[in-house]
Structure formats: structure tokens, C-alpha cells
């Protein structure tokens, strides 16, 4: 008999075939159930200690999968779709990983039949495409402009949430930042008008941006409203839940309608969700300052900037009323040789005439600064003592060594231009959109706000909490809130929440199994609608209700063509979400089943794991 001819190295562990795909199947279903706890308003907490001793108190799926150590291949390929899910849509993340665990379960007893993983997979496909085609048909259009089912949405994304005690204050803080920072095509057609002035000086240039900048002040009108009262509401919710109401009332008789009943469909309908809307960036133009101290009711939105930065010079003006600002990239300080210079000086006058020299260049730059007549100079480099004295005798307060991103920050709230030399300044790159600047103290530190600017396009959420383990999680549970608000602003429709979504995909596959498909296909594909019901079966389990009984019900009624009908979260039992008021994004939906079913499909390909570790010694 031939020796064998070894080809890997047998020393390393090495998994294959029908072996290698149950291991990926248990590995996945070990991460689900980790997080399968953290669904829903009756979510349990994890905590986690990380190796330097922080503690992190939450119960976002992305949150506790980031601190996990892991080492089979196939539960960190299950982290990284909790990492995919956060960063498309922001939302969802303890679902894709219990629904892709639920896929991973339900595949084993095909491939105990000897069931081929490709057909398998054809059949998941064939149900991810259905699904899709399924979610479109029960989403119902929303009005972006309508504040009260805006708040409604982000209310039930938050409900279930460390937050959802301050869900009003938490809600209007998302949907006041959002509404800030979005950019429309006027916006931007305005902006590259006057990117394009400095080269053109003929008058139709100049038209150009006048159009462009009407243009812009309408399209931002039709939310100016909305933003207005988020405002309001973010300083006095009574006052806003009131204009909110008197505002749904006026556009919609039945004010406190769902968006799926009768009424709000009609509304949302005509107003077609055609929206112009191009550009939210909230990770780089919504800061979310984190103070420890005062109340979490303190936290609010500012119409500008906020840094913490004091001013470099005591003398200098702490409260300004509409100052005008000029942003730089350079220092202002005495210019060194790019390469190390040594100067024998024989004479004394000389050596004075070296200092003076140096003197006169820090003379002459803040000399072309205050021919401008600016307020306020920010710089994000070093402002030597000598600039500082120049400064303060021209009246003009100074900020140093400011990081980029809030530079950027403050250039888009105030109007003004990031200028890399003080020689290159004109008179259009001073800001004047800002209304006032001022220095507080908070707690123990300085704080810079740059506040009351007329279209600013970049914000700060100023959190005041308990403590710092506190203001992590309003922060983690913030972020979520307003990428739920992007993601409705750029694709305006809404899926019933609580279950009801995936109940309805189950129920629909299934008679789809019967009736459209053929084969052994048949089989992995009703497999997928039963997978699909693991969303409202573990809400159940966690709001303490009887699986058995509430799914059996919740079937009934989605057979009968009840598409809205999901689980009561707080109580475990069924409920019509319409009255319930829960409603997620179609985007996250949309997310969320194509993310599990793809990743399931990838880890099902997978039979032969080489592992780059020594087997372990026995």
C-alpha cells in the first residue's frame, strides 16, 4: 500500500467537510445567543470588563460582540456583520446576529440529509429575493416633514433602550440634530458657486450664487419648521409636544394616527416622499460633547458649535454678539529655518537686530489679520505671547491649537474659510453666520460656544449625565437614534416594528414553499420562513409571554392578511402595531435580512477550516 503524501503541515488543527460546517453552524449559534437577551424594550444589560479594568454597562449587539475576545474563524465572521449592520444603517444589530445564528440552525438538519450546501443556498437566495419583493409591499410611505411621526419613529428604535425613561428629550435632541446637518442639492450647488467665485469675476458668477442661494433658502424652509419646533421642544417639551400636535392636527385629522392606519397612509401617500435630500454626515458634523455632572434633562442641542478651549490671553473678550471670524491653518509665531541654522554675530546690534526681525514678522501677520477687523481668530497651531499681546491691543480674541475635525465643524456652522497662510486672507473667508461667541464654565472646565448661527450645518449635542459609564451608553443609544432619522430621511418609508415585519416574511415564504417552488429547494426555503420567526419568538421570551400560544396567534392573524399585528414587547402577547405605535425603517429591514442571509450562505460554503495554531497538546 502507498505511504500517504502530506501536503499540510500536521501539526496544525484542520477541520473538513461535513465536520468543519457543523463547527461554523455552533460557532454562530454560540454568538446569537450571547446577544439573543438584548431584544427588545425588556432587553437585560451585559456587563463587560475590558483588559485595561473600563467597565462598559449596555445592551447594543455591536457594543458587546466589539469587547468580545473570539477565536473559532466563524464567530468572528459573525462580529464583523454586526460591524457591517452599524455602520450602513446604524440600527438592527442584535437582530442580524440572532437572525443570521437562526439561519445557521435551521441549515444543520439539511446537511445531516446530505442536502448539498449549494442547493441550499440557491434556495436561501431565491428567499432572500422574495423577501425583499415582500417588504417593499408592506412598507407604507412616511411624511418626513410631519415632527409627530418622525419622534414616534425614533421613539420605538430607542424604546428598547437604556434611554427610553427620557425617550421625549432623547427623540427631539436626534431630530433636531439631523434636520441640522442635512444638505439638499441647493446646498451644495451653492457651495460650489462660491468655490468658484475667487477665479470668476464677471457678474454672472455672482448671479449664480444669489440663485443658488435663494435656492437654498427654500428647500430649507420646508423643514425650518420642523427644526424650529425640535428646537423648542429639545428646551421645553411641554411647549413642543404642543406645536407638535397643533401642527399633525392641522395637517392630518386623526393626529394621533399610526402611519399605517387608514388616515396617516392616505397622508403619507399624497405627500409623495420624492426628497431631495443628498448629504447627512453625522459622524463628522455632530459632535456629542460628553460633560459629566448636572442632570441627563440639562443635555440639549446647540444652533452652532460648542469646544472646549478657553481663550489664550485673560484680557481678551469672553462674550461677543455677532463676531466675525477667521479660521487658520498656521501658526502665529515667530518662523523658523526648515533646517537647523547656526548665526555668529560679532556686534551687539546685530543680535538686536535679530530679535527685532522676529518681532516684526509676528507685527506684520497679525497686522494683515486686523486689517481684516475680525472678533475672533482660531487657529489649529500655536499662538506665541507676542501675537497674544498684538491681539489683544486690536481688540480680537484668540483660540489655539483646535483640532481639524472642529475646525471643520466651525467652518460649516459659521460661513467661514479654513485659510492656510495669513497672507493669503480676504474679506470672504471671515465667517459673520455666527450670533454670538462665549466662554462658560462647566463643572471644572472651559467651554467655547459659537452659538444662535443663521443656517448652521454642523451641531453639538451637549450630554450632562450621572457619570461617565452613564453618558456612554446615552451616547452609544443617541448614535442609533439619529441614524434611524437619516435613514428615513433618505429612504422615507417605514415597516411595522415589534415582529410583526418578520412575521409577516414567515408566514408569506411559507405559502410561497407550497405553492412557487419545487424540489428538494422547497425544504431550505420554508426552512428560511421558519428562521424568520425567531425576531417575534425571542421578544416573547423576553417579555416573560408564552411562545407557543403567541406565535400560533400571531400566525392566525397574518394568514388572514393582518400584516401589522406583532408582539407587545413589555408584555410578551400579541398587539396590532398601528395602536402599538412601533415602526422601523425599511432601509434597516432591508439590511438586516440581507446581511444574516448572506453571511449564513458564506459560513454554509465553508468546508475546510486550517487553523494557523498548533493542535493543542493532550
Same mark, same amino acid.
Given at each position: 500500500?502507498?505511504?500517504?503524501?502530506?501536503?499540510?503541515?500536521?501539526?496544525?488543527?484542520?477541520?473538513?467537510?461535513?465536520?468543519?460546517?457543523?463547527?461554523?453552524?455552533?460557532?454562530?449559534?454560540?454568538?446569537?445567543?450571547?446577544?439573543?437577551?438584548?431584544?427588545?424594550?425588556?432587553?437585560?444589560?451585559?456587563?463587560?470588563?475590558?483588559?485595561?479594568?473600563?467597565?462598559?454597562?449596555?445592551?447594543?449587539?455591536?457594543?458587546?460582540?466589539?469587547?468580545?475576545?473570539?477565536?473559532?474563524?466563524?464567530?468572528?465572521?459573525?462580529?464583523?456583520?454586526?460591524?457591517?449592520?452599524?455602520?450602513?444603517?446604524?440600527?438592527?444589530?442584535?437582530?442580524?446576529?440572532?437572525?443570521?445564528?437562526?439561519?445557521?440552525?435551521?441549515?444543520?438538519?439539511?446537511?445531516?440529509?446530505?442536502?448539498?450546501?449549494?442547493?441550499?443556498?440557491?434556495?436561501?437566495?431565491?428567499?432572500?429575493?422574495?423577501?425583499?419583493?415582500?417588504?417593499?409591499?408592506?412598507?407604507?410611505?412616511?411624511?418626513?416633514?410631519?415632527?409627530?411621526?418622525?419622534?414616534?419613529?425614533?421613539?420605538?428604535?430607542?424604546?428598547?433602550?437604556?434611554?427610553?425613561?427620557?425617550?421625549?428629550?432623547?427623540?427631539?435632541?436626534?431630530?433636531?440634530?439631523?434636520?441640522?446637518?442635512?444638505?439638499?442639492?441647493?446646498?451644495?450647488?451653492?457651495?460650489?458657486?462660491?468655490?468658484?467665485?475667487?477665479?470668476?469675476?464677471?457678474?454672472?458668477?455672482?448671479?449664480?450664487?444669489?440663485?443658488?442661494?435663494?435656492?437654498?433658502?427654500?428647500?430649507?424652509?420646508?423643514?425650518?419648521? +420642523? $427644526?424650529?419646533? *425640535?428646537? /423648542? %421642544?429639545?428646551?421645553?417639551? @411641554?411647549?413642543? &409636544?404642543? =406645536? #407638535? !400636535? +397643533? $401642527?399633525?392636527? *392641522?395637517? /392630518? %385629522?386623526?393626529?394621533?394616527? @399610526?402611519?399605517? &392606519?387608514? =388616515? #396617516? !397612509?392616505? $397622508?403619507?401617500? *399624497?405627500?409623495?416622499?420624492?426628497?431631495?435630500?443628498?448629504?447627512?454626515?453625522?459622524?463628522?458634523?455632530?459632535?456629542?460633547?460628553?460633560?459629566?455632572?448636572?442632570?441627563?434633562?440639562?443635555?440639549?442641542?446647540?444652533?452652532?458649535?460648542?469646544?472646549?478651549?478657553?481663550?489664550?490671553?485673560?484680557?481678551?473678550?469672553?462674550?461677543?454678539?455677532?463676531?466675525?471670524?477667521?479660521?487658520?491653518?498656521?501658526?502665529?509665531?515667530?518662523?523658523?529655518?526648515?533646517?537647523?541654522?547656526?548665526?555668529?554675530?560679532?556686534?551687539?546690534?546685530?543680535?538686536?537686530?535679530?530679535?527685532?526681525?522676529?518681532?516684526?514678522?509676528?507685527?506684520?501677520?497679525?497686522?494683515?489679520?486686523?486689517?481684516?477687523?475680525?472678533?475672533?481668530?482660531?487657529?489649529?497651531?500655536?499662538?506665541?505671547?507676542?501675537?497674544?499681546?498684538?491681539?489683544?491691543?486690536?481688540?480680537?480674541?484668540?483660540?489655539?491649537?483646535?483640532?481639524?475635525?472642529?475646525?471643520?465643524?466651525?467652518?460649516?456652522?459659521?460661513?467661514?474659510?479654513?485659510?492656510?497662510?495669513?497672507?493669503?486672507?480676504?474679506?470672504?473667508?471671515?465667517?459673520?453666520?455666527?450670533?454670538?461667541?462665549?466662554?462658560?464654565?462647566?463643572?471644572?472646565?472651559?467651554?467655547?460656544?459659537?452659538?444662535?448661527?443663521?443656517?448652521?450645518?454642523?451641531?453639538?449635542?451637549?450630554?450632562?449625565?450621572?457619570?461617565?459609564?452613564?453618558?456612554?451608553?446615552?451616547?452609544?443609544?443617541?448614535?442609533?437614534?439619529?441614524?434611524?432619522?437619516?435613514?428615513?430621511?433618505?429612504?422615507?418609508?417605514?415597516?411595522?416594528?415589534?415582529?410583526?415585519?418578520?412575521?409577516?416574511?414567515?408566514?408569506?415564504?411559507?405559502?410561497?414553499?407550497?405553492?412557487?417552488?419545487?424540489?428538494?429547494?422547497?425544504?431550505?426555503?420554508?426552512?428560511?420562513?421558519?428562521?424568520?420567526?425567531?425576531?417575534?419568538?425571542?421578544?416573547?421570551?423576553?417579555?416573560?409571554?408564552?411562545?407557543?400560544?403567541?406565535?400560533?396567534?400571531?400566525?392566525?392573524?397574518?394568514?388572514?392578511?393582518?400584516?401589522?399585528?406583532?408582539?407587545?414587547?413589555?408584555?410578551?402577547?400579541?398587539?396590532?402595531?398601528?395602536?402599538?405605535?412601533?415602526?422601523?425603517?425599511?432601509?434597516?429591514?432591508?439590511?438586516?435580512?440581507?446581511?444574516?442571509?448572506?453571511?449564513?450562505?458564506?459560513?454554509?460554503?465553508?468546508?475546510?477550516?486550517?487553523?494557523?495554531?498548533?493542535?493543542?497538546?493532550?
Amino acid at each position: 500500500m502507498q505511504s500517504p503524501v502530506i501536503v499540510l503541515n500536521t501539526s496544525k488543527q484542520r477541520e473538513t467537510g461535513h465536520r468543519a460546517q457543523m463547527s461554523n453552524i455552533a460557532a454562530g449559534k454560540t454568538v446569537a445567543d450571547v446577544v439573543r437577551t438584548c431584544l427588545g424594550p425588556r432587553a437585560m444589560l451585559k456587563m463587560l470588563l475590558d483588559p485595561m479594568g473600563g467597565i462598559t454597562l449596555t445592551n447594543d449587539g455591536f457594543a458587546i460582540l466589539r469587547e468580545c475576545e473570539v477565536a473559532h474563524p466563524a464567530a468572528k465572521s459573525m462580529i464583523e456583520l454586526s460591524r457591517t449592520q452599524d455602520d450602513e444603517v446604524g440600527d438592527g444589530t442584535t437582530s442580524v446576529i440572532i437572525l443570521a445564528g437562526e439561519m445557521l440552525a435551521i441549515s444543520a438538519p439539511f446537511l445531516e440529509r446530505k442536502i448539498h450546501p449549494v442547493v441550499i443556498l440557491r434556495a436561501f437566495q431565491k428567499a432572500l429575493d422574495d423577501a425583499q419583493t415582500i417588504l417593499r409591499e408592506i412598507a407604507v410611505p412616511v411624511d418626513t416633514n410631519d415632527k409627530e411621526k418622525m419622534l414616534d419613529l425614533i421613539k420605538s428604535a430607542i424604546g428598547t433602550k437604556f434611554v427610553s425613561r427620557w425617550n421625549d428629550l432623547m427623540c427631539n435632541l436626534a431630530l433636531t440634530a439631523v434636520q441640522t446637518v442635512v444638505r439638499r442639492t441647493a446646498d451644495l450647488e451653492l457651495a460650489d458657486a462660491e468655490a468658484r467665485m475667487p477665479n470668476a469675476t464677471s457678474t454672472a458668477a455672482t448671479g449664480a450664487v444669489a440663485a443658488a442661494a435663494a435656492a437654498a433658502d427654500a428647500a430649507d424652509k420646508v423643514s425650518a419648521d +420642523a $427644526t424650529a419646533a *425640535a428646537a /423648542d %421642544s429639545a428646551s421645553s417639551p @411641554a411647549s413642543g &409636544s404642543a =406645536s #407638535a !400636535t +397643533a $401642527t399633525a392636527s *392641522a395637517q /392630518d %385629522s386623526d393626529a394621533g394616527a @399610526a402611519p399605517g &392606519s387608514a =388616515s #396617516a !397612509t392616505e $397622508t403619507a401617500s *399624497a405627500a409623495a416622499p420624492e426628497l431631495d435630500v443628498r448629504e447627512i454626515d453625522i459622524k463628522r458634523f455632530v459632535r456629542v460633547e460628553k460633560v459629566p455632572g448636572g442632570e441627563i434633562e440639562e443635555s440639549r442641542v446647540l444652533d452652532g458649535v460648542m469646544i472646549n478651549k478657553d481663550v489664550v490671553h485673560p484680557k481678551m473678550r469672553r462674550h461677543i454678539e455677532n463676531p466675525r471670524i477667521i479660521l487658520l491653518d498656521c501658526p502665529l509665531e515667530y518662523k523658523k529655518g526648515e533646517s537647523q541654522t547656526n548665526i555668529e554675530i560679532t556686534r551687539e546690534s546685530d543680535w538686536t537686530r535679530v530679535l527685532e526681525i522676529e518681532e516684526e514678522q509676528i507685527r506684520t501677520m497679525c497686522e494683515k489679520i486686523a486689517a481684516l477687523k475680525p472678533d475672533l481668530v482660531i487657529t489649529e497651531k500655536g499662538v506665541s505671547d507676542l501675537a497674544q499681546h498684538y491681539l489683544v491691543k486690536e481688540n480680537i480674541t484668540a483660540l489655539r491649537r483646535m483640532r481639524k475635525t472642529d475646525n471643520n465643524r466651525i467652518a460649516r456652522a459659521t460661513g467661514a474659510k479654513i485659510v492656510s497662510s495669513v497672507d493669503e486672507l480676504k474679506e470672504q473667508d471671515v465667517g459673520t453666520g455666527c450670533g454670538q461667541f462665549s466662554v462658560e464654565k462647566i463643572g471644572d472646565e472651559y467651554f467655547s460656544f459659537l452659538t444662535k448661527c443663521k443656517s448652521p450645518k454642523a451641531c453639538t449635542i451637549l450630554l450632562r449625565g450621572p457619570g461617565k459609564d452613564t453618558l456612554n451608553e446615552i451616547d452609544r443609544n443617541l448614535q442609533d437614534a439619529m441614524c434611524v432619522a437619516r435613514n428615513v430621511l433618505f429612504n422615507p418609508y417605514l415597516c411595522p416594528g415589534g415582529g410583526a415585519t418578520e412575521m409577516a416574511l414567515s408566514v408569506q415564504l411559507a405559502q410561497r414553499a407550497k405553492s412557487d417552488i419545487d424540489g428538494i429547494e422547497q425544504w431550505p426555503y420554508a426552512g428560511v420562513a421558519e428562521a424568520m420567526e425567531v425576531i417575534p419568538r425571542t421578544l416573547i421570551q423576553n417579555g416573560g409571554g408564552n411562545a407557543i400560544r403567541t406565535l400560533t396567534e400571531l400566525r392566525a392573524k397574518h394568514a388572514a392578511g393582518l400584516t401589522t399585528w406583532g408582539v407587545d414587547g413589555d408584555k410578551g402577547v400579541p398587539a396590532d402595531m398601528n395602536e402599538y405605535g412601533v415602526w422601523e425603517p425599511l432601509a434597516v429591514k432591508l439590511q438586516t435580512i440581507k446581511t444574516a442571509i448572506d453571511s449564513a450562505s458564506l459560513l454554509l460554503r465553508v468546508d475546510d477550516i486550517v487553523s494557523g495554531t498548533s493542535k493543542k497538546s493532550e
